[in-house]
């Protein structure tokens, strides 16, 4: 079983639609939770942390529950610039695992 | 806005040769970080770097690849002799601090072609 596994779309979603990625990891031991957005060849971009009580940014919001070993984005009111694949990062240790991500296209 | 800067932004290489990936992170950061990208596939994790030494790296840091800070700004990625199969977008990140919720900062990346 794949540490980091994420759908990997692609999710097409009409401009304005709410859309929600998953992504799971099979290490109980990973510390720390992260989402990045990464633009067709360019480099990944932090998008949010994940903390346990859930958080908010904007339009997205992430949770994480620890106890089913999964991580979960909210994208509200979706716009065009946010067509891009989502990368679930766990930390463990110094270690960083990738997920494969998810593609989503915003369709005008 | 600081950011981390890579050169070169396209490398290629013939099979076999060494190439030297180069790296500024962010000037107040203590942590460095390499990863590669196949095109089409995940990032991967090759090595994180602290205090002048290795602190952690993944099964893919064969003893082909080495990293060296050789001076106050430059963070480099050795691969002494290339496969075809090391061909990637190579990125280098930095950090204030390792773990925790602290962003890591990335670069442009280099492509790697090997031929």
């Known amino acids: 079983r794949k540490e980091v596994e994420q759908d990997p779309g692609p999710f097409n979603v009409p401009e304005g639609a709410t859309v929600a990625f998953n992504c799971t990891y099979s290490?109980?031991?990973?510390?720390?939770f992260f989402w990045y957005r990464q633009d067709c060849r360019k480099e990944p971009k932090l998008l949010m942390s994940?903390?346990?009580s859930g958080n908010e940014d904007g339009r997205f919001t992430a949770q994480l529950n620890r106890a089913s070993q999964y991580i979960s984005l909210l994208i509200r009111d979706s716009k065009l610039s946010d067509s891009a694949t989502y990368l679930c990062?766990?930390?463990?240790?110094?270690?960083?695992?990738f997920g494969k991500g998810t593609r989503l296209h915003i369709l005008p | 806005e600081p950011e981390v800067t890579q050169t070169p932004s396209h490398q290629v290489t013939q099979m076999g040769q060494e190439v030297i990936l180069r790296c500024v992170p962010i000037?107040?950061?203590?942590?460095f970080y390499w990863y590669r990208q196949i095109l089409g596939q995940k990032v991967e994790f090759l090595v994180s770097?602290?205090?002048?030494?290795?602190?952690?790296k993944s099964e893919i840091f064969d003893d082909q690849f080495s990293v060296e800070r050789p001076d106050g700004s430059n963070f480099t990625l050795k691969i002494r002799s290339t496969k075809l199969e090391d061909s990637a977008m190579y990125f280098c990140?930095?950090?204030?601090?390792?773990?925790?919720?602290?962003?890591?900062?990335f670069g442009p990346g280099t492509r790697l072609t090997v031929l």
């Open positions: 770097f602290y205090n002048n030494e290795i602190s952690e």
């Open positions: 990140a930095s950090s204030e601090m390792t773990s925790g919720y602290n962003e890591q900062f």
């Open positions: 990062v766990v930390h463990r240790d110094d270690k960083i695992i």
């Open positions: 290490n109980s031991a990973s510390q720390s």
């Open positions: 994940v903390y346990s």
């Open positions: 000037s107040n950061h203590l942590y």
